[in-house]
């Protein structure tokens, strides 16, 4: 009898979301950087069991957002959450945990009608007092299934997890073939491999306002060589010759690292060109983030 099921990942921005799901799934498929709204995107990642397939949703870090990219991202957390099997919240555990934190923890357990188990992240940077204030208070929370102290980052702690999971298995299809480690296709990841080396390496003068747009994908005759074209599309003027850098060294330094990301996941060889292309209010323009895979029609 095979086993499946569907678990959807939410928390806050940084939390830890993503490098849970890479650690899960044992393959790097989602992008993490330090900082916050890193994922704008539901990104499935896919465990595979001898007898059994677990389908992650991770999703954009939970927010108030003004923008039409915002709503779009808290659409899509609510709507990943509602026919999942379970729910993992990330918090990070590394700092105390507010308030408003635990409450909207306790009103979500609370709302969702399927298991909602917490995972407190990041104790590998947590000492022990500050662990013990923080799980402490989940005690109170009758609708929570199970709490797991862990770190995304090393694995420690994840076979905890792993058997809380496992518990929430029932019988079901085998959704993906075992070579698939998540649905997106290869443009895809392109796409968001140079948007994360963009967040990682630029500094902050430039925070969420880029996004990064394929204008070229073609895989050569031979099947052995790509050809890539991408453009970080960014707010303001200023930002161009910040993201160029001085003699075109950042963009030389984006593009490189992006490549070798690129290569490793598809085993082909990568011909990558970034450019910079300025887009004022890209993050209100409907069409623009229609192109950009943004589309809220499609949730
Ligand atoms: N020390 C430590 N750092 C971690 C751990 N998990 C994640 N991080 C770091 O926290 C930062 C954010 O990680 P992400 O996985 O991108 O967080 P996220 O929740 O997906 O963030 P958004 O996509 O922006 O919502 C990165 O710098 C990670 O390396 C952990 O267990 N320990
Ligand atoms: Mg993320």
Not at 96 to 102: L, N, V
């Amino acid at each position: 009898m095979f086993k499946s099921c569907f678990v959807t990942i939410i928390g806050k921005p940084n939390a830890g979301k993503s490098t849970l799901l890479n650690s899960l799934v044992g393959e790097k498929v989602s992008i993490v950087s330090w900082r916050p709204q890193t994922t704008r995107n539901i990104i499935t990642g896919i465990m595979h069991g001898d007898d059994y397939q677990i389908i992650f949703l991770d999703t954009p870090g939970l927010q108030q957002g003004k923008s039409l990219l915002g709503e779009y991202m808290s659409k899509s957390v609510k709507s990943a959450s509602v026919d999942a099997d379970g729910v993992i919240y990330v918090v990070d555990g590394s700092k105390k945990i507010e308030e408003d934190e635990y409450l909207l923890i306790k009103k979500y357990s609370e709302t969702i009608k399927i298991p909602f188990i917490v995972v407190v992240n990041k104790v590998d940077e947590a000492d022990r007092e500050r662990l013990v204030i923080n799980m402490l208070r989940f005690n109170d929370f009758k609708k929570i299934t199970a709490v797991v102290p862990m770190s995304a980052l090393s694995g420690k702690n994840i076979e905890a997890l792993n058997s809380e999971l496992k518990k929430l298995l029932k019988e079901g299809e085998k959704y993906y073939s075992e070579d698939m480690i998540t649905d997106k296709n290869l443009r895809f990841m392109a796409q968001e491999i140079v948007r994360e080396k963009a967040l990682i390496y630029l500094r902050d003068e430039i925070p969420h306002g880029i996004a990064v747009n394929i204008t070229r994908y073609e895989v050569r005759n031979d099947g052995l060589v790509t050809d890539i074209e991408a453009e970080i599309i960014a707010e303001k003027k200023s930002h161009k010759s910040i993201i160029i850098g001085k003699g075109g060294e950042m963009l030389k330094k984006i593009a490189s690292s992006a490549r070798k990301d690129i290569e490793k996941l598809s085993g082909e060889k990568v011909f990558l060109k970034v450019w910079v292309k300025i887009r004022e209010g890209w993050q209100d323009d409907y069409s623009l983030l229609r192109d950009l895979g943004y589309d809220k029609k499609e949730i």
